[in-house]
């Protein structure tokens, strides 16, 4: 029997579904716009640091300086992590992906937190910031443990920013360094209802803790179609190698239909405003390492890649120029979604929280369109055509 299949609508990739209000941030993706909390991202990114960046977002307005002060040092206060969990970190094998290893972290740390089952709104705010504090240092002491080194202390005296590159690199990151990697997480920290932030709202909604929350936003990040681009992206650029092999790359990808990492949105219809940003910090930084190779590769990828796609309404992402910031601030290919991670947890934690104030458990419907009430045979009645065959126990 085959029931009859009801008329509704599938929204694939839940493509303009509103799950709730906020007023965390706005996307204006026709005209490449982006707004926490009705300041322009332009504005943040150049007078603001991340720190008040994750103030305004979570508590919804800037702070006054005393406020400042007193949210920068209790953040200073959470930054340590037990060492149990870096014993942890020693016993896994070092070929683990980053992304992989604050997924355990983040999900041990929550093991030590005090105010765990807590679910008051204070609570939570805390345990927010705790996460917060603590993932450049699960990060930085993974990649120093991978590489036989000690990890380092994070250090009272630096901005969340520059505590991070100090911590990864083992020494005081320059001023223009700081800058920018701070830079890179404000753009970072917020982007309305994307994969990861809804997979965090979705395991927040059955009421479990914000670090599972935390640990099911990482998992979606890491995907290459969302925060896994950026890796992707650096990786195309240098196998690209030099501006002149840039056509005929591109050319050849999209003639067999592979996807460009860097390019495209799903709300973006323009060029992304955070990529203008960072495509400038980029040259900046070619430019004081006397190197402009990756730079002109990338500008020239662009230049192919908006001639080809720009009217199916495809354009640079944020992900495209962050690589090579990053790759020029000395961090590793691998640690890049870390870092887009590390900032977006103050994304992931406002939206939890917003949600949480009008809680409804996020349960959707599958379409069913199998069969019903077929007769069970015994098992050695069964026969099944060579095609019915599994793939996993051969034909
Ligand atoms: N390269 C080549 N073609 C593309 C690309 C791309 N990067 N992105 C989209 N298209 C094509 C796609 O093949 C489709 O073509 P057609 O209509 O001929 O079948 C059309 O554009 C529409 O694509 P879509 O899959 O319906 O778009 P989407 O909204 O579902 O996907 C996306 C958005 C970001 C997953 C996609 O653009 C993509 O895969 N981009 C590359 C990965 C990437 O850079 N991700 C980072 C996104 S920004 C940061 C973040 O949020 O994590």
Redesign the pocket.
């Known amino acids: 029997m085959t029931i009859s299949v009801p008329q509704v609508e599938i929204k ?2 839940l ?1 303009e579904v509103y799950v709730k209000k906020t007023r965390i941030s706005w996307i204006d993706g026709q005209n490449g716009k982006l707004y926490y909390r009705g300041y322009s991202i332009e504005d943040l990114a150049k007078h603001s640091t991340f720190e008040e960046t994750a103030f305004l977002l979570w508590y919804g307005r800037l702070p006054k300086r005393d406020e400042l002060s007193k949210f920068k040092s209790t953040l200073v206060s959470f930054r340590w992590i037990p060492d149990e969990l870096v014993d942890l970190m020693k016993r896994v094998p070092r070929k683990a992906h980053p992304m992989d290893i604050l997924k355990i972290g983040i999900a041990a740390a929550a093991t030590y937190d005090p105010e765990l089952e807590d679910m008051s709104s204070i609570a939570n705010i805390r345990k927010a910031m705790r996460i917060l504090a603590k993932a450049p240092t699960i990060i930085a002491a993974w990649h120093r443990i991978r590489n036989n080194q000690d990890p380092v202390e994070p250090t009272n005296d630096l901005d969340h920013a520059a505590n991070f590159l100090y911590m990864l690199n083992g020494e005081k990151p320059d001023e223009l360094s700081s800058r920018i990697m701070d830079v890179a997480l404000i753009l970072h920290a917020e ?1 309305g209802m ?3 932030t809804f997979a965090a709202m979705v395991t927040a909604s059955t009421l479990s803790d914000i670090y599972s929350a935390v640990v099911s936003g990482i998992s979606a ?1 890491k995907g ?7 890796e ?2 650096l990786r195309m650029i240098m196998e690209v190698g030099s501006p002149e092999n840039a056509e005929s790359y591109v050319l050849r ?2 003639a067999k ?12 219809k323009a060029y ?1 405003p955070r990529a203008k940003i960072l495509k400038e910090y980029a040259r900046m930084l070619c430019e004081k390492k006397g190197d402009m190779r990756l730079y002109e590769t990338a500008i020239k990828i662009e230049e192919v ?1 908006l001639r ?2 720009s009217r ?3 354009f640079t ?4 120029f962050s690589g090579i910031v990053y790759h020029h601030l000395g961090i590793p290919s691998d640690l890049f979604t870390t870092i ?1 991670a590390m900032a977006r947890i103050v994304g992931w934690t406002g939206h939890v929280l917003e949600y949480w104030s009008e809680n409804r458990i996020i349960r959707p419907r599958a379409l069913y369109v199998g069969e019903l009430d077929k007769k069970y045979l015994p098992i050695d009645e069964r026969c099944t055509s060579p095609e019915e065959r599994l793939e996993f126990i051969g034909k």
């Not at 239909?257 to 973006?268: L, P, S, T």
């Open positions: 694939k990739g493509d982007h994307n994969a990861s990040l290459p179609l969302h925060g896994g681009a950026n992707r992206a990808k999209l239909k592979e996807r460009i990492m860097g390019f495209g949105h799903r709300v973006y992304d890649v080809e796609l199916k309404r495809i992402n944020v992900d495209f887009f």
